[in-house]
Nanobody, 124 residues
């Protein structure tokens, strides 16, 4: 099993940047496919980005392509989400997720482990 904890959220202005971190513990981080999802109040949790274990291939939601970049540092057991050109529409709780030896899938149901979330608020 793996435990996940997000950090780095906060209140920013439109156009600003943030980098979220997801610290993993309890298992071998490099064997997990990692992903980011987000959930705005009253809306469904939605896919943001994912990075496959091993080869590190990435997938992004259309709404964040060109603005968000996912990365990982296996030595630090940490995944990251760099968010540039933030918009008010990006306001949400951002969740880190993981699946063991999995495809970089966009489906919420594909991921077995979740962090508690970190709030990102973008003001205009």
């Amino acid at each position: 099993q793996v435990q996940l904890e997000e950090s780095g959220g906060g209140l920013v202005q439109a156009g600003d940047s943030l980098r979220l971190s997801c610290a993993a513990s309890g298992s071998t981080f490099s064997t997990y496919t990692m992903a980011w999802f987000r959930q705005a109040p009253g809306k469904e949790r939605a896919f943001v980005a994912a990075m496959r274990w091993g080869d590190g291939t990435t997938s992004y939601a259309d709404s964040v392509m060109g603005r968000f970049t996912m990365s990982r540092d296996n030595a630090k057991n940490t995944a990251y989400l760099r968010m540039n050109s933030l918009k008010s529409e990006d306001t949400a709780v951002y969740y880190c997720a993981a699946r063991l030896w999995g495809f970089a899938d966009a489906r919420l149901e594909s991921y077995n482990y979740w962090g508690q979330g970190t709030q990102v608020t973008v003001s205009s």
